[in-house]
């Protein structure tokens, strides 16, 4: 119940396409789920969050779907741009910053020119 | 804030030896956590401290590793003795309403 299960394992796009990571989680005690970008070299970023409030949060080029009955959500990146290649890691926690976070096992995304 | 600090960012050392990396966490920040990543088993948590006590440490691997946090500025993961399999990048991350996390230690046990 602590997993969360991240898809694509590896993910090719075209520079000006769309690239979408999907993750899913078992334990509706979950209610923040953030999406971290990690370039190499670098440690885990944070890129953008949502809570089970709403179903969809934009942050310029970056969307976060999410579908609490189908306890799935997913990062779509548009436009997406060869600066965008790096490794996706979605997350999970409990409610209140003292939770741990649940890493999905990342998506490494290469954006062609 | 300067964000999460990790010292050193990488540490070359033979095995057997012990090894101490160490992490500030972001002032304000209550809860603070270790993980470690590799090529095989992505980022693992191996430990986490919320207001300075340790909450859950199921992750740490072995009794060679140990970890403490003293007060609410400073945090080490000791590895004690370390060995070629410890060779990983280790992670430290605060987190208040978000988690941040540091730029990381890349460990090489020889």
């Known amino acids: 119940q602590q997993q969360v299960k991240q898809s694509p394992q590896s993910l090719i796009v075209q520079k000006g396409g769309i690239s979408i990571i999907n993750c899913a989680y078992e334990?509706?005690?979950?209610?923040?789920f953030p999406w971290y970008q990690q370039f190499p070299g670098k440690g885990p970023a944070l890129l953008i969050a949502?809570?089970?409030?709403?179903s969809e949060k934009k942050e310029g080029r970056f969307t976060i779907s999410f579908n609490k009955s189908a306890k799935q959500f997913s990062l779509h990146i548009m436009d997406s741009q060869p600066g965008d290649s790096a490794t996706y890691f979605c997350?999970?926690?409990?409610?209140?910053?003292?939770?741990?976070?649940?890493f999905g096992a990342g998506t490494r995304l290469a954006v062609h020119p | 804030d300067a964000g999460v600090i990790q010292s050193p960012r990488h540490e070359v050392t033979e095995m057997g030896q012990e090894v101490t990396l160490r992490c500030k966490p972001i002032?304000?920040?209550?809860?603070l956590f270790w993980y470690r990543q590799t090529m095989m088993r992505g980022l693992e948590l191996l430990i986490y401290?919320?207001?300075?006590?340790?909450?859950?440490d199921s992750g740490m691997p072995e009794d060679r590793f140990s970890a403490k946090m003293p007060n609410a500025s400073f945090s080490t993961l000791k590895i004690q003795p370390s060995e070629p399999r410890d060779s990983a990048v280790y992670f430290c991350?605060?987190?208040?309403?978000?988690?941040?996390f540091g730029q990381g230690t890349r460990l090489t046990v020889v």
């Open positions: 949502i809570r089970p409030d709403v």
């Open positions: 401290f919320n207001n300075n006590v340790p909450i859950d």
């Open positions: 997350a999970a926690s409990k409610a209140g910053g003292y939770n741990k976070l649940i």
């Open positions: 002032s304000g920040h209550n809860s």
């Open positions: 991350a605060s987190r208040g309403a978000e988690a941040f």
């Open positions: 334990n509706t005690a979950f209610d923040y």
